[in-house]
């Protein structure tokens, strides 16, 4: 079972936020509400839906701009974007589709219909490659691809985030327990590069558990280590008593050790 898939709505009416909020909480999202644009691009650094409903007009911007900004962010640039519309208006459905929206839906709309619309631009993004459903982050496609545009900029660097000892894990606690922690493990990239004062640096899913954090070289080691110090401290609440005394699980009778993170940092074609 997948964890909880996000959704972030742009919208400054409150009437309209609490309705959806209600609704899509009922329905098993985490639902999370901007009421302005620049709202709306930092929780979308922070939190990376699985998908945006975008209001046209907000108070500091409109919808399209809003749009541009976040295709333009590696970070942030993979979020399908459903418009909501206050009209079916041709020239803002073609607007819409020039900026690569996902879908677009006239206000008032039918609960329904918009929760079929959310579903099929999740995994249409999902199909195509582009997202990860268990963490919403950008999937491989789009992660090879920016770790080989960062190789040829000296101002970047690529941190490689791999999991170690999740297989005896997944054996132990099961599959559904194996995709919460890669979720934990994602939420946790996105905290430390915050905390680092990086909102803009890519981070995306290279493979089932491993991740793949594009930044500033001036920021590299201190967000690998962050993550590393942040991982530690999760990691016992993962395990039952039992396993955290004895150091590990036991598969087949064997000891295996308890999960670690390991952060490769690499600086053009030089490593550290």
């Known amino acids: 079972m997948l964890p909880r898939q996000r959704l972030l709505l742009v919208e400054d009416d409150p009437e309209i936020g609490e309705m959806l909020r209600l609704f899509f909480s009922e329905v098993g999202y985490d639902f999370f509400h901007a009421l ?14 699985h998908l945006i409903l975008m209001d046209i007009t907000l108070p500091d911007a409109d919808g399209f701009a809003l749009t541009v900004k976040l295709r333009w ?9 459903i418009f909501l519309t206050r009209y079916n208006r041709r ?6 589709l020039d900026l690569g929206a996902s879908d677009f839906i006239a ?9 079929l619309r959310v579903q099929n631009g999740i995994a249409r993004t999902s199909r195509e490659r582009l997202t990860d459903l268990r963490t919403g982050l950008p999937a491989a496609f789009t992660a090879r691809d920016r770790i080989a545009h960062a190789r040829t900029d000296p101002r970047q660097a690529i941190i490689e985030v791999s999991l170690a000892h999740a297989i005896p894990y997944q054996v132990v606690y099961g599959s559904a327990a194996h995709a919460r922690v890669c979720r934990q493990v994602a ?3 996105l905290e430390t590069a915050v905390a680092h004062d990086d909102d803009e640096g890519f981070i995306g ?26 991982f530690a401290r999760l990691v016992p609440g993962l395990y039952s008593p039992e396993d955290r005394d004895r150091g590990g699980v036991l598969v087949g009778g ?3 050790p308890l999960m670690q993170v390991a952060c ?3 600086l053009g074609a030089v490593s550290v």
């Open 36 to 49: 302005d644009g620049a709202h709306g691009l930092d929780l979308a650094a922070r939190m990376v839906p």
């Open 187 to 189: 939420d946790l990239l």
């Open 254 to 256: 064997e000891l295996q």
């Open 264 to 266: 490769r940092v690499t």
């Open 205 to 230: 899913c290279l493979d089932e558990d491993q991740w793949v954090i594009t930044t500033q070289h001036t920021r590299a080691q201190a967000i690998a280590d962050g993550i590393a110090a942040a």
């Open 73 to 81: 962010r590696p970070r942030t640039a993979h979020i399908p974007v």
């Open 91 to 96: 020239d803002e459905r073609l607007a819409a």
């Open 107 to 115: 206000k008032p709309f039918n609960l329904r219909e918009l929760l």
